[in-house]
C-alpha cells in the first residue's frame, strides 16, 4: 500500500513539473476560449485560441497543444532573436524589458468580462498590462496594453504593439483587403509561407483606402465561406497601423498589430499612461462568413454608433450636382426623392463660403457658413423644403480640413500641419491643407463645427463627414520640438476626442465617414460614426467586388450603398437600372443621381425598389450574412443572402459578371436555413412588363436549397435576381 501511495506521489510530481504553470488565465465568449498561463516570476504564455473550453479541460489543453507555448506579449531584451511586441529605451540608456506576471483582475458588467494581467519588469519600475474584454453577446475578444512606468525621465516607446497572437502551423491562408481610390476592398487570399508578411499603412490620416487593418486566418487550407476553422483579427484604429506576421522555423505563426511605429516613437513622461488601440479577434469553425457573422453582431452591438437603429433611404447631391448648388434645384431633387419613397436628402459639397463661395475645391473649407448667394433663405430654408416633401434633412462637412484661400486660413495660418522653413505639399484644388488636430484649440474648432450647425438648425438628420487628404507635411506647431514624432498618434486622439464629444452633445445625429471614399472604413473610427462611404466608384459591377471585400469585417447596416447614373460617371458603363439597385440594396441603400435625367420607367421602378427595400430592410441591416459563391472566385456570377436570427426570413442576391454564349452557371446553393423545414420564394424587384421567374411562389426545403440548390435563369447581359423566402412550415 505504502509503495502504491509512493508511485502515485512520484507521478504527481513528474506531471507537476512537466507542466510548470502555476495558474491559467480563461477568457472566454459564448462560443470561443483563450488561454494564457503563467509561471511565478515569469512571462505571460499564450497557450490556446478557438472552441470554448471549461476550466476543467485546461489541463488537457496543456498536455495536448505543446507546440503554441510561446510568449505573449514578447518584448525586446532578454531574447533579442525574435520578433517583439514592445520595444523601449529607458532614460539611462539601457534597450531591455523583462516582464513577468504580477496579478491578474477581473470585472464583469452587463455583456462583457474584462481580464487585466499586469505585467512588471524585474528591474525597472515598468509596467505593461494587458486588458482582455470578452463579450457575452457576441464571440469577440478585444485585447489591447496600458503602458506605464514610474521611472525619473521620459521612456522612449520605440515599438508599441497592441497584442501578440500565434497561430499554429499548418496549411494556413491568410485572406486581407486592398486597394486604392476607387477600386477599395479588393481581396487577396494567399498561404502563409515562412518569412515575414507586412501589411502597413502612411496615410497619416486615412487608413483604409489601400491595405486594410484587418485579416482573417484560415487554418484548414484554402479559404472556404461557410465551412473551416478561421481566425479574424481587426486593429481598432484609425491611424497608421503595422500588421506583421512572422513564420520562423518553429510551429507558429506569429500576429503582431499596432500603431505603426515608423517615424513614430513616443517620449512616455513619467506616471502617464499609453493606451494601445484595440484588437478585436474572433475565432469560428463556420468559414469566413462565420468570422463575418461574428464581428457584424459585435459591430452592432456597440462598436458603431447606432447600430441597432435602422437606416434611412436617401438622395445625395453630389454626382447629381456636383458643386452646382442652388434653392431651386434643392427643391427639385428634394420632390423627387420624396416622390420615389426616399427619407432623406443630403445636400453635398458646393453650399458654404462668404467671402470665398466654395464653387470648386480650390478655396473655403474652413469657412462653414452658408453661402447666400446659391441659398438665400439659408438652411433654414432647406429644412422647411424638405419638411414640406416629408423627408429629413442632411448637410456635408469637411472639418479637418481647411484652404489657404479662405478665411479660417488667413485668421489661423498656425493651425495648419507644416514643416517649419519648407514649402507645404497642397492637397485638393492644390490649396487643401490638415489641419492640427494634436492642438486643444483645433479639437474645439472640429466640435465646434458640428455644434454651431447643430445649435443653428437643430433638424439636422444627417452630416456627410468627408477627409480628402493625406497628412503630405509632417510637422506641428503645437507640439514640443522633441515629441514632433508623436504627431501621427496625437493627431488620431485628437479626432477621436472631437467626435467624442459631438456624441455625447449630439446622439441621434446619424454621421458618415467618408474618407475620399473608402478611407475611413475602420473600427477606430466607427464608434464615432453610424456608416461610411464604401468608395466614390458608383459603377454597379465594380461595387459588387468592393461590397463583398467590404462585407468580411463590417455589416451592411454601416455600408452606404448608392443608385448612380448610366453612363457611370467613373467607369462609362451603361448599366440597367435593374442591376443598379440589386446591387445596391446589399447594404444601407441610397441613391447618387440627378433624378430629372430619370425616365419615367426607371422613376417608377426606383419606386417599387425603394417600396420593396422598405420591406426587407430589417433582414438585409440585421440580419446574418451568408456570402455563398465569391466575385473573386471568377465563376462568373456572385451570390450572397441575410437570414434572420429565427431563420424565419432571408433574402437571396444573384448576380451575373461576364456574359457569352454557351455560358455555363453554376447552381446556387444557399445556407443558413433550416434543413427539415420549407420556404417559399418570392422573386422581387420584377421589371415593369416581364414576369417572374419560375421559381417564383414555389416552396421548396431548407435542404434541397443548400444541398441541391436553384438553377436560375440570368440569361442576359448585367442579369440579376433577388429572392425573399418565407418560413411556411
Known sequence: MMKKIFLLLVVLAITLSSRAWDYDILVSTPNTSLLFAANKGGDLRFAYYGDRITPGQINQIHDAWVGLNRPAYPAFGMDCTRSYAIQVVHPDGNMTLNLVVEGVEETKSENATVTSITMKDKVYPFTVKMNCKAYQNSDVIEIWTGIFHTEKKAVTLKRFDSACLPIRRGDVWISHLHGTWLAESSLTAEPLTPGMKVIHNTDGIRNGQLDHAEL???????????????????????????????????????????MNEEASEYKLEPKTTFTTPKLAITYTNEGLSGASRNYHRWARNGQIHGGNVPRDILLNSWEGVYFDINEEVMDQMMQDIADMGGELFVMDDGWFGDKYPRNNDHSSLGDWVVNRRKLPNGIEGLITTAKKHGIKFGIWIEPESTNTVSELYDKHPDWVIRVPNREPRYGRGGTQL??????????????????????????????????????????????????????????????????????????????????????????????????????????????????????????????????????????????????????????RLGMEIQPNTMNEQEKQFARKAIATYKEIRPVIQFGDLYRLISPFDKKEVASLMYITPEKDRAVFFAYKLDHYMNQLIPPFRMAGLKEDRFYRIKELNVPEGEKPCQLHDKIVSGKILMNVGLEIPLGKEYASRIFELNLVR
Open 216 to 258: 482573417m486566418f484560415s487554418l484548414d487550407g484554402k479559404p472556404r465561406e461557410n465551412e473551416g476553422r478561421v481566425i479574424g483579427a481587426a486593429l481598432c484604429w484609425s491611424g497608421n497601423y503595422k500588421l506583421r506576421v512572422d513564420t520562423q522555423d518553429n510551429h507558429s505563426h506569429m500576429l503582431f498589430a499596432g
Open 434 to 587: 490638415l489641419l492640427d488636430l494634436s492642438n486643444p484649440q483645433v479639437q474645439d474648432f472640429v466640435f465646434s463645427v458640428v455644434d454651431d450647425l447643430m445649435t443653428r438648425y437643430p433638424e439636422i438628420a444627417y452630416m456627410k463627414w468627408d477627409a480628402n487628404l493625406s497628412l503630405l507635411n509632417y510637422g506641428s506647431s503645437y507640439l514640443p520640438k522633441d515629441k514632433q514624432s508623436h504627431l501621427y498618434i496625437e493627431y488620431h486622439r485628437g479626432l477621436e476626442k472631437a467626435v467624442q464629444r459631438i456624441r455625447e452633445k449630439y446622439p441621434n445625429l446619424v454621421m458618415q465617414a467618408c474618407g475620399g471614399g473608402g478611407g475611413r472604413v475602420n473600427y477606430g473610427a466607427m464608434q464615432g460614426f453610424d456608416e461610411f462611404w464604401v468608395s466614390d466608384n458608383t459603377d454597379a459591377m465594380q461595387r459588387i467586388f468592393m461590397q463583398w471585400g467590404t462585407s468580411y469585417f463590417f455589416p451592411p447596416i454601416a455600408m452606404a450603398q448608392h443608385v448612380s447614373a448610366s453612363p457611370n460617371h467613373q467607369t462609362g458603363k451603361i448599366v440597367p437600372i435593374k442591376f443598379r439597385f440589386d446591387v445596391a440594396m446589399t447594404g
